[in-house]
Structures are given as structure tokens and as C-alpha cells.
């Protein structure tokens, strides 16, 4: 796991503000609730955006980290072409989960919280997102048995996928990939190198 | 006459045996009658999805889609980048307009691009084919090689999120944009009103948190069948997958009894332009698409 710099321990909005992407427009919102009613999946998110923004300030870092309701944004961009001081919420919403999850702090088990690691694993190995090799593994994510019932339970789509040309069961065994892998491999872990230094994660690259 | 030169981002889910390998085939022929040429960006890489924030944060995603528009610059130079999928534009125009923000930002991708022997001066501009389309072609030359009026079939015009917003098309209404249908009208086929024209379809979380995203993917083929439509039709790969997939899971669960094609604008100009079922990806259709099919099939 890494730590953030503790020199914004006592300071939640500035940490937001450094390490968050786009943190910075935080301390622009005044609270309309505009956003609050303009999540799909609204009745799951515990803290609506307008909330969130309103704990960051109060300095609530633990409740707001450890929250599950960032990881329901379904990046559907409504909030960000209504909020009347155009922040960018869809950005906030991503960084804050990017940000408590690479601090260790996302609930456990959080199934997008899985699904993005899955996915971003997925392309960084071949520059190209393979879609069967990301669904099996997403299946298998509970383990052995769970993975099993999953795909089983998806049998029937898989299979009219496969019939209509739209899933290749022989990606399996490689599948599309960018020529320059290596390249992109380097590229995204200096990237990375770069990021964690800006926003003072120890242990870099962990 | 010349044809019209594009940069082309086809991105992950059009590749052959991926989920939206039906999407690409019609494109072909839309392009080829509209002349319009898409040039392949050499070796592109993915975007990043809407999902890729979680692991991959700021300047990483930020720095593979400088790579796309790199390599578009070096390869394809004064062309426009043009992409079909709007995660995809949507993730390249986002970096093109936050690398011109901020210098820093710029500076830090291009230490990064070294590593794979790059360097972005970020003057490609990012577009969706659909603004192609729409500026570059217009409704009139679009509705020229029509042979084939789409009589009789009506369409509930699906424009979903992130075609829409943040960017969407210009001059377009984000709760109300009006091209989609007018599209359809220049196919000589009938628009209903479909009060879920942009609704979310759960995108990306139609995995991570399937019952959730189903209740949205429900209202939308119910608001369709309600206007009284045949088939919904989208701009967008991820629409069109989660709410034509998802449909036996809801009826198996729910005790609905969903039917409801959903096929791509693309596939509804190659069959309005002439081309076979086969060229405008009929058979890639979970839910067959009959009645364009008939259509198609007619000489
Ligand atoms: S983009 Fe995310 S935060 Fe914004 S309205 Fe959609 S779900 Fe809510
Ligand atoms: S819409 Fe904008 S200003 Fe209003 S509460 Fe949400 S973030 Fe704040």
C-alpha cells in the first residue's frame, strides 16, 4: 500500500486540492444540488456529489475516502453540463476513486474498484483491451467456484456473442496487441513514475 | 472527387471478434459512398475506456491517448483524427483540450512519450464521425445516394451519454439533441418521440453492478416499445452492446418479454445506400434486426 504526504493531515480540502484530479475546483462549488439529481444511479449513492464536495470541506477525509458512492458514477457527463460553476464532477468523481483506492482506503470488494484495476491491467499488457480475456478474469475475480456460477450464469450471452462474430474464444491465446507493447509499457510506468511523484506517493510504482 | 482524408481511431471493441465488430463493416460503406477516406493511426492503442481512471489515474491515461495523437501527427499529418466510438473520442478530446490547458501537463506527457521514442506538439483536433458527418458531409449530400427509402420501420433514436456530453455535437441541445433523428428522417424513416433519448445505459457498471444498471437499460426498451418503436437505433458501441445484451438477462429475471433490436445509424445508411445485410453487419445483430433485413434483402 502507499501513503500520501502527511503534510496535509490536518488539512482534508488541500489534499483534495493537490492530489485529486482537478481537486482543485472544489472550493468552486456553492452547494446548488443541481448535481444531486443527476446521477443514474442516484439511489445508491449514499453521498451525492454536492455532498461530497460539502464533506471535503468539513475535513470528513476517512468518510469520504473509504465511501462507496464515487465508484457508482457511470460517466454519464449530466452533472458536468448542468453544475451552473462548471466544475468538472465526472473528473472529481474518478480522481477521488483513483485516489482512495491507490491509498488502500476503497470499501472491500468494490466490484468497479475491481473491474478498473482488471481493465487497465488488461490494456497496459498488450495495449489493446481484450474483451474475453477481461470478462473471464472479472468472472474469476470472487475465485474459483464464484467464477464458474458467473460464467455459467452468462453462458447464453456469451455464446450469442460468439455466434454473431462479436466474441472470439480463440483471444485466449493472444488475441490483438499493439507492435510497440514494450514501448507503451515504458511509457505508462514513467507516466506513473511522474504522477506519484507529484503528488507525493511513497513507494512509488507499488 | 477527392476524397475527404481522416486519421482513424477504430478503438478496441471494433476490432474483428470484438463486441462491436458489426459496427466497422457498415461504416465501410457509408464512407465509400460519402467519400470519405479513414486512414488506420498506425499501431493505436486503447483509450482508456470510462473505466480507466481507477487504476490508471491522471497522466497515465492522459499519456496513452497522447500516444494515439502522436502517432497520428507523425503518420497522417493535417488530418483530423476521427473516431466512431465516443468513449474513445471522448477520451482523445479530452487530452488534446487538458495538454493545451496546461503546460506542465504537456511538458510531463512528452517525458513520458520518450519511453516510446514520441513527442506530441498537440495540434490534431479530435472529432466523432458523426461530426464528420454532420459538418463536413451535411444532411443534403448524406441523403444523396440514398436508393433505398426505410419505409415502414420506426425508430426510437438512442443518443445516450457520451456522444452527448460533455462535448456532444454543436448546436445541439444536451437534453433534446435533434440530429439522430433527422438522420433517420433522411433514411425516409420514422422518428417517434422516446423520452429516454439521452439516458445513461449504465455504461461500464452494466458489469461491476449488473442489477443497477438493468433498471436503466429496462426503461429505455420499455420507453421504446411504449412510443410504439420497431428498433432503437445509436450512435454509441456501448449502448448499443449493454442495451441489446442485456435484454434476455432482464426477461429471465423479470418476466419481461424484450425483443428489441438495437442497430447503429451506420447500418441504417447501408441499407438505405444499397448494401446487403451482410455489409451493413446484420448478422452480427444478438436480436435480429427482420424488418431492416427485409428491406436489405429486397432488390
Ligand atoms: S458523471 Fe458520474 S457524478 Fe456525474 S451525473 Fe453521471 S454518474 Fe453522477
Ligand atoms: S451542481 Fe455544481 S455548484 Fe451545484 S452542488 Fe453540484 S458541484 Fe456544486
Redesign the interface.
Known sequence: MTTATPKYRNNFLKEVEANVEEGHWVKMCMQCGVCAGSCPLGPHWQHSPQKIFMMIRAGKREEVLTSDSMWMCTSCYNCIVRCPRKLPITHIMHGLANYAHRLGMAPKGQPTEAIAKLFWDNLVKTGRVNELKFSLAMYFKDGFVQGIKNAMAMQGIGLGLVKAKRLNPMEILGGHACKDKSGIQKMVAKAREIEDRRKGFSGAGA | MAKKQYAFYPG??S????????FPTSVGVVCEKLDIQLNEIP????C?????????????R???NA?NLAQAENHLAGQDIVSGCPACWLATRETVERLHESDSLLA??N????????NLKNTVKARHIVEVLIEDIGFEAMKKPVVKAIEGIKFAGYVG??TN??F?IAGES?ENPQYLDRMIETVGAEAVKFDQKV??C????A???PD??QK?IRDIVESAYDHGADMIVTPCQLCQANVE??Q??INKKQGTKFSMPVVYYSQLLTVAYGGSAKQAGL????IRAEKLERIAGKQ
Open positions: 478496441c471493441s476490432q474483428k471478434g470484438a463486441s462491436a465488430s458489426n499501431d493505436w492503442n486503447c482508456g475506456a470510462s473505466i480507466g481512471y481507477g487504476e490508471g489515474g491522471e497522466l497515465p492522459l499519456v496513452i500516444r510531463e506527457t517525458e513520458a512519450l520518450k519511453e516510446a521514442g514520441l451519454c457520451q456530453r460533455p456532444g444536451f439516458t445513461c449504465g455504461g461500464a457498471l458489469f461491476s453492478e443497477k444498471s436503466q445484451i442485456y434476455s438477462e448478422d452480427g445483430q444478438l
